[in-house]
């Protein structure tokens, strides 16, 4: 099997979706499967020093909805299956028509819908009139939730044969059992970069607000900040940014956070859950559906996103006791045991043996 892999952005861009194609690679390399990476020249933070795969090539993209001229040079003909990760970009659908005149197999990761509400306009168009051709060129569908995968059969009913459900996975063989008895910080660690779907200046004009001894860590820098929230950051000692960090750094401040905060209003998966999960770490998020899903609620507190909510749930979870965290942090690493490498290989491999 060779695979040809489509995203907007790969490591060492940090999020999500980088995570999430990353992680799949150690899918493929299992699974004996031979691949390559195509990325556009998405503009993002990159951290200096860091390795790039060999097999990732990144293609010159132009416009926001990433325009690839020479796609066409992409040796297509060399593949047997073709993977595109998210369908909001003038990239995705070229690649999906592409690889439908080619003949080729192929597989759409939608990673939901957008996160954000830059350029409005050109997304509401491009979904109005470019993803259902998408889907109806597409062999197979891969969501990460069921509640991802209602979402699409209430727009698209004729996708009901190729859809599935495969989620993250999350590798906790080479996590020692020890720390599930560690001593934490007191710090809360926000993980993440400053898009618009992240409630940031919630997060920071509440912390402001919060009777609490614990600190706040976020890994922002100040341009994804807003004014207002710049000027609570520099007046409270308790708040620190961190800028973008290594992952080597990022597993540090995991293993010595108190808990993970993610004040959200939407995520395709969030893995960053699953990545304080590893470290037994509890979990303070927006109440979402998706988290409902994947989460078990044993571990978590959920909020609303609002000022007094957020204040509250914080307050509340500084009066727990070291038990009770540490109860929570062995709950969210017990549930992991769900989202195996082994269990998802499995998915993947059934997938793509329907393929051939």
């Known amino acids: 099997m060779k695979i040809l892999e489509f995203t907007r952005s790969y490591y060492p861009s940090i999020g999500g979706m980088e995570k999430f194609v990353s992680d799949r690679v150690k899918i493929y390399q299992a699974l004996g499967y031979q691949y390559k990476i195509f990325a556009t020249t998405h503009s993002e933070i990159q951290l200096e020093n860091s390795q790039k795969d060999i097999n990732v090539e990144y293609l010159k993209s132009l416009t926001p909805l990433k325009i690839i001229p020479k796609l066409s040079q992409c040796n297509f003909n060399d593949f047997d299956v073709i993977s595109v990760n998210q369908v909001g970009y003038h990239y995705s ?22 996160h954000t ?42 996708i009901t044969d190729k859809i599935t459900t495969i989620p993250h996975y999350c590798s906790i063989e080479n996590i020692s059992n020890n720390v599930l008895l560690k001593n934490t910080n007191d710090f809360l660690f926000y993980l993440g970069r400053g898009d618009h779907n992240k409630k940031i200046d919630l997060l920071i004009e509440a912390f402001d607000k919060c009777n609490t001894e614990l600190s706040l860590w976020m890994t922002l820098n100040e341009n994804e900040i807003s ?7 520099h007046l409270n000692r308790r708040i620190k940014l961190l800028g ?10 995991l293993n010595d956070c108190a808990a993970l905060i993610l004040p959200t209003e939407f ?19 927006s109440n979402l559906n ?25 307050e509340y979870f500084s009066k727990l006791t070291e038990h009770e965290k540490q109860f929570m942090g062995k709950i969210n690493y ?4 769900k989202f195996s490498f082994s269990y998802i290989i499995k998915k993947y491999e059934l997938l793509y043996s329907n393929l051939k």
């Open 334 to 337: 017990e549930n992991l045991k």
């Open 267 to 285: 995520e395709a998966f969030g893995i960053v859950n699953f990545e304080a999960s590893k470290y037994a770490k509890p979990l303070l998020v």
């Open 290 to 314: 998706l988290f409902n899903e994947i989460l078990d609620s044993r571990g978590v507190i959920y909020f609303q996103n609002s000022i007094i909510d957020l204040i509250a749930k914080i």
């Open 93 to 114: 659908y070229a690649v999906v028509k592409l690889a439908h005149e080619l003949q080729k197999k192929i597989v759409v990761t939608p990673h939901f819908y957008f």
């Open 244 to 253: 973008r960090v290594t992952e080597e750094n990022k597993m540090k401040l």
């Open 227 to 233: 004014k207002k929230s710049l000027k609570i950051v």
């Open 117 to 158: 509400n830059r350029y409005k306009l050109f997304k509401k168009i491009f979904t109005k009139y470019f993803v259902r051709s998408i889907f109806q060129m597409a062999d197979k569908i891969i969501c990460f939730t069921e509640y991802e995968k209602k979402f699409w059969l209430n727009k698209f009913n004729f």
